[in-house]
């Protein structure tokens, strides 16, 4: 079975750290690329980053470019979120996901298609 | 950055209603646009990617559309289990896989 298993969430002071890794399990890890998509509180989706199937790209969106770091252990077969510098905006359910690239009309296209539970990363002093 | 901007935000339907969902991007994307499933306290779950192609085991109910900038999320005849919030993401920059603010559906 495909499944992905996030953990490293909890509570942290404004401007702590935090890493959360995501362990995935019941395909070629190293194949896929894989993102982190965070929900604040009663809010919607936003990506995060995202890392190429080998690490060698990576990728943030603006509200955590140069505090976030994404990387990959394809050994372990696990994803990381090195959170920095962290903020009370930063307080969110964070879920990592596959990337999969599927193939139509003759194009591909990529979609989240496995998703894990979620951990909570709560902000506050 | 592209932009996603769903329509409506919210939406109140009955059992077997035909159900409508929009979204726009801010550019064009061709048909790089993904809609998601979410129920509260689940992950989301991918329902349809480059804009028209159904996920494996969904049901035939769900349809998309769309190329460009817009699109739009089909539900034929809504059924108990599909009162949820739903999501698209345009997937044509890697610079952020940007998502829509969400509709929620919820039951009449």
């Known amino acids: 079975e495909v499944q992905l298993l996030e953990s490293g969430g909890g509570l942290v002071q404004p401007g702590g750290s935090l890493r959360l890794s995501c362990a995935a399990s019941g395909f070629t890890f190293s194949s896929y690329a894989m993102s982190w998509v965070r929900q604040a509180p009663g809010k919607g989706l936003e990506w995060v980053s995202a890392i190429s199937g080998s690490g060698g790209s990576t990728y943030y969106a603006d509200s955590v470019k140069g505090r976030f770091t994404i990387s990959r252990d394809n050994s372990k077969n696990t994803l990381y979120l090195q959170m920095n510098s962290l903020r009370a905006e930063d307080t969110a359910v964070y879920y990592c996901?596959?990337?999969?690239?599927?193939?139509?009309?003759?194009?591909?296209?990529?979609?989240?298609?496995?998703w894990g539970q979620g951990t909570t990363v709560t902000v506050s002093s | 950055d592209i932009q996603m901007t769903q329509s409506p935000s919210s939406l109140s339907a009955s059992v077997g209603d035909r159900v409508t969902i929009t979204c726009r991007a801010s550019?064009?994307?061709?048909?790089?646009l993904n809609w998601y499933q979410q129920k509260p306290g689940k992950a989301p779950k991918l329902l349809i990617y480059a804009a028209s192609s159904l996920q494996s085991g969904v049901p035939s109910r769900f349809s998309g559309s769309g190329s460009g900038t817009d699109f739009t999320l089909t539900i034929s005849s809504l059924q108990p289990e599909d009162f949820a919030t739903y999501y698209c993401?345009?997937?044509?920059?890697?610079?952020?896989?940007?998502f829509g603010q969400g509709t929620k559906l919820e039951i009449k």
């Open positions: 996901a596959k990337i999969y690239k599927f193939s139509a009309a003759g194009y591909y296209y990529y979609g989240m298609d496995v």
């Open positions: 550019q064009s994307i061709s048909s790089y």
């Open positions: 993401q345009q997937s044509y920059s890697t610079l952020g896989y940007t």
